[in-house]
C-alpha cells in the first residue's frame, strides 16, 4: 500500500505565544486536490509552509510521501512545488524566457529547456504570448506563467496557495482545468483558496481550520449534510413584509432565518432531523404559513447547504483567507 500524500500528527507552530499550528492531523490520499480552509489567520499557509519545509514545525510529525519534513527536507523538496498567492516569475523576462531560465536551473540542457518552454506554453494557452514580457499580461495570464513554472519538473504534489485570487470568472476558469489536468496526470493537490465554490468544485477533501485546528474534515457533501439537510431561499413579492416572513420561516424551520442584502430574499437551513425527507416536509409547512399569512412568494426553492453556509456554521466568521 503505498505512503499517503500528506500525513501529518498533532503537528504545531508557535510564534511567540501565537499557537498558529495547534495540533493539526491530516491525511492526504494521492492523487487527489485537497482543500484547506479557514478564517483569516487560521494556519492555513503556515500548515503548507511546514509541508513545504520553508518552516520548521514545533512540535508533532509530517511526512510527505513517507518522508520525515523534518529529517528528510531534501527528499521531501525532490517532490514538491509551491504556487504562492503571487507570481514567482521575473516580470522583465518574456514567458518563454521565464520557463527557459527555470529550467535551466533545474538542470535541463539548453535544447531541453526550450522544448519543455514550448511544451508548456502551447499546454497553458500562451503561445501566443509567448515573446511578450510578462508584465504584460493580464492577471489570468500570470497565474497561468506561474502554474506552469511549477510544474516544469512534473511534481508529485503541488501547493497551491489562493491560485485564483484576483481573476475575473473566465480565468478562473482556465485555471481550473489546468489543475484537473495537472491532477489527472497523477499529481496531488493541496489546495488553499478563499473561493469555497472552488474548493467545492476541485477538492474531494476539504478540512476545515479555525485557531490552528481542524473542526472538520471530509468530502464537501458530507460538510455539507453536517449542517441540515438542506437550505431554504425565498423571495419575496412585498419587501415590507420581510421581517413577518422570517418570523414565519423561523418558527417552521426552527432555525435562524439570514436576512439578505436583497430586500426581498430570505435564507434559512432546513434540519429535516438530518433527512432530505425530513427537510422537503418542513420546507412545505414553511410556505403553506407564509401562504396562510397572506405573503406573496415569488420564488421558493430548496437545495443542498453550500460551503459557504458550512464555513459561516463551523467558524461564525465569514471571511476566508490564507
Known sequence: MSA???ETTGLIKTFGDNRAVDGVDLTVPPG????LLGPNGAGKTTVVRMLATLLRPDGGQARVFGHDVVREADAVRSRVSLTGQYASVDEDLTGTENLILLARLLGYAKPAARERAAQLLEAFGLTDAAARQVKKYSGGMRRRIDVAASILNTPDLLFLDEPTTGLDPRSRNQVWDIIRVVVANGTTVLLTT??????????????VI??????????????KASIGAGTVHVRLRDAAQRSQAAGLLADALGTTVQEEADP?????RASGSGSERGAAEQASRAL????????????FSLGQPSLDEVFLALTDRPEVAA
Open 32 to 35: 487527489t486536490v485537497y482543500g
Open 288 to 299: 403553506g404559513a407564509l401562504a396562510d399569512a397572506g405573503i406573496i412568494v415569488d420564488d
Open 194 to 207: 478563499q473561493y469555497l465554490d472552488e474548493a467545492d468544485r476541485l477538492a474531494g477533501r476539504i478540512a
Open 4 to 6: 499517503p500524500a500528506i
Open 264 to 268: 426581498v430574499a430570505l435564507t434559512a
Open 210 to 223: 479555525d485557531h490552528g485546528k481542524v473542526i472538520a474534515e471530509g468530502t464537501p457533501g458530507s460538510l
